[in-house]
């Protein structure tokens, strides 16, 4: 692995969180409410490069009223867990997946790309600093890492800024189905897209969230949990949900998921349940998948099971899809397939079973 070429050096902070009140956090932590005692950042200037990493205690950034960032959207994000294991020791699930991503969205939105290598210190660095916030061993609680990148500079004008600013923060989080897992409820969108060809769909940036959040207001005004977007050109084809991947599987066992057609973000657990789910001897379908197919599959029996995906829940299993005129329901509980394939990642991910791709990386 190439080394870092940026280094982080620690300035620690003068009032972390005493030992209660992380002990109160870590015992009730929900998802993205408190956050540790530090974070990283890193600067990059169109002269300089990439310079000044640092972590540093947590803290609200001063901006200009005419940075970039608010006016332009450039603005790029990463979401990862850290996972304690039972010798004590920290880490993750495939960083250079995340890493290359990043890096893809950067590309896209003309922010700088951070080397893999500089990412991963940065992560190691964080987790590092604040390890004493990853949650013990045991359950499905992690330490939620998220890198972004913004653009810093200021004045007004249409181009790619000149002044960008890289950070990592951390937030403990807790089980995502705190109080067992139920099949969701989702609403297929009649006048939303999220992405078009061409768009930034494949990229992981802030754009693309807000976009989908006046959908999702439609979807919880109709009683559902998440929304489903169509493809945006002949609104037939599934997409994906708003922050999640789709998953189908039929009664033979196959395993279908939408194809990446350039508008669906290419999730890490995407790509890791395809390659889980072959080795438990499923067919793997990568394809187009219609809105007909779904509703006629579920109501005839074709299709058993369905269920999202994402860093936060890893698998979600998915009951009942809505639409204006109508609505198909399947099983109340999760099917055996989504939690077979839950289960293996998470033990993968948690240390509890043997990690045979090489995914895990070690961060302390």
Not at 163 to 169: P, Q
Not at 175 to 197: C, D, E, H, M
Not at 292 to 312: L, P, Q, Y
């Amino acid at each position: 692995m190439t080394t870092s070429s940026l280094s982080f050096p620690v300035e620690r902070s003068t009032s972390p969180a005493t030992e209660a009140e992380r002990r109160r956090v870590l015992a009730d932590p929900g998802f993205g409410k408190h956050f540790t005692d530090h974070m990283v950042l890193a600067t990059w200037t169109r002269d300089a490069g990439w310079h000044d990493a640092k972590v540093v205690p947590y803290g609200p950034f001063t901006l200009d009223p005419s940075t970039a960032v608010f006016h332009y959207g450039q603005e790029i994000f990463e979401g990862m867990k850290a996972y304690r294991h039972a010798d004590g020791s920290v880490w993750t699930f495939r960083p250079e997946q995340n890493a290359a991503r990043f890096a893809r969205s950067a590309h896209r939105l003309g922010l700088p790309e951070l080397p893999e290598a500089d990412f991963l210190e940065s992560i190691r660095a964080m987790v590092d600093v604040d390890q004493v916030w990853v949650p013990e061993h045991g359950g499905e609680s992690s330490l939620y890492l998220r890198p972004f990148m913004i653009g810093t500079e200021s004045g007004l004008g249409v181009r790619p800024s000149m002044h960008v600013t890289y950070c990592v923060i951390a937030s403990p989080a807790g089980a995502y189905f705190a109080g067992g897992i139920k099949p969701v409820s989702l609403w297929v969108t009649p006048q939303y897209t999220r992405a078009a060809p061409g768009g930034t769909g494949a990229a992981k940036c802030g754009g693309n969230y807000a976009a989908s959040l006046a959908a999702q207001l439609e979807a919880q005004s109709q009683g559902c949990d998440q929304v489903v977007f169509l493809d945006a050109v002949e609104r037939r084809y599934i997409e994906e949900l708003g922050g999640m991947n789709l998953f189908f599987v039929r009664r033979d066992g196959t395993v279908m998921t939408p194809q990446l057609s350039g508008s669906i973000l290419e999730g890490v657990t995407r790509s890791s349940i395809l390659e889980v789910a072959r080795e438990l001897g499923h067919e793997v379908e990568e394809r187009r998948i219609s809105l007909d197919e779904w509703r006629e599959g579920v109501g005839s029996g074709e299709i058993t099971e369905v269920f999202a995906c994402g860093t936060a829940a890893v698998v979600t299993p998915v009951g009942r899809l809505a639409w204006l005129d109508g609505e198909v329901v399947g099983s109340s509980e999760p099917g055996e397939v989504t939690m077979t394939i839950r289960n293996q990642l998470l033990d993968i991910q948690t240390g509890r079973a043997e990690d045979t791709h090489g995914w895990l990386h070690r961060l302390v």
